[in-house]
């Protein structure tokens, strides 16, 4: 049931862009975008509701592809504080509001 | 801004020896969870709690593991008996679980768990 998570990490230079993806094997009703700083607890980025969804607030933006049970989270202009393991968490369809994490994704931008 | 706070922030506890983590959710918050992190590795679910009870538990959450809410405020995860792969940060975390809106879960800062 955990999500898969790709790419595993992520070298930047300032100012370039990333994407990284989210694919899940259930249906999902929800998927839950968090950036952890190493030895902090996860900071909620965006959540995506509805098949289709874009969010994004300055240069992190998320989309939700409800039909193939997959999203990304685009970071663009990466600035050095977006440095951080990324983790998508999913809500399965069916589900008790459980959340479950995949494995994460290492950002490091450098400048 | 309302947060988790949790506490302790850091515990050091010999094996076999039982340990009590508190944590104060949110204020008009109804459903806590607590989730557990091994260094290096990914936040892993261990329960989750809503209207005084149990309302899901993964295969780790095992029987030396309980969850109380003993008053209005706090909510607690007690591990019996630790042994030394419990070491691990344990985070709790809290939501309003409004649909509509979506299920958005806070987390706080986090209690370091060492068995030694």
């Not at chain 1, 996860?42 to 509805?50: A, D, G």
């Not at chain 1, 663009?76 to 998508?88: D, K, M, N, R, V």
């Not at chain 2, 309302?2 to 076999?16: A, D, F, K, L, Y």
């Not at chain 2, 557990?36 to 029987?63: A, C, H, P, T, W």
């Amino acid at each position: 049931q955990q999500p898969v998570q790709s790419p595993q990490a992520v070298i930047l230079r300032e100012g370039e862009d990333a994407v990284i993806n989210c694919s899940s094997s259930k249906a999902l009703y929800s998927v839950h975008w968090y950036r952890q700083k190493h030895g902090e607890a996860p900071v909620f980025l965006m959540i995506l509701l509805k098949g289709g969804e874009q969010k994004g607030h300055d240069k992190i933006s998320a989309s939700f592809n409800e039909k193939k049970q997959q999203s990304s989270l685009y970071l663009t202009a990466s600035q050095l504080s977006y440095s951080g393991t990324y983790f998508c968490g999913t809500e399965i369809r069916g589900s008790n509001y459980k959340l479950t994490f995949g494995k994460g994704t290492l950002l490091t931008v450098n400048p | 801004e309302p947060e988790v706070t949790q506490t302790p922030s850091h515990q050091v506890t010999q094996m076999g020896q039982e340990v009590i983590l508190r944590c104060v959710p949110i204020s008009n918050h109804l459903y806590f969870y607590w989730y557990r992190q091994i260094l290096g590795q990914k936040v892993e679910f261990l329960v989750s709690f809503y209207n005084n009870e149990i309302s899901e538990k993964s295969e780790i959450f095992d029987d030396q593991f309980s969850v109380e809410r003993p008053d209005g405020s706090n909510f607690t995860l007690k591990i019996r008996s630790t042994k030394l792969e419990d070491s691990a940060m344990y985070f709790c975390a809290s939501s309003d679980r409004i649909r509509s809106s979506g299920n958005t879960i806070y987390f706080g800062e986090g209690s370091w768990l060492t068995v030694v």
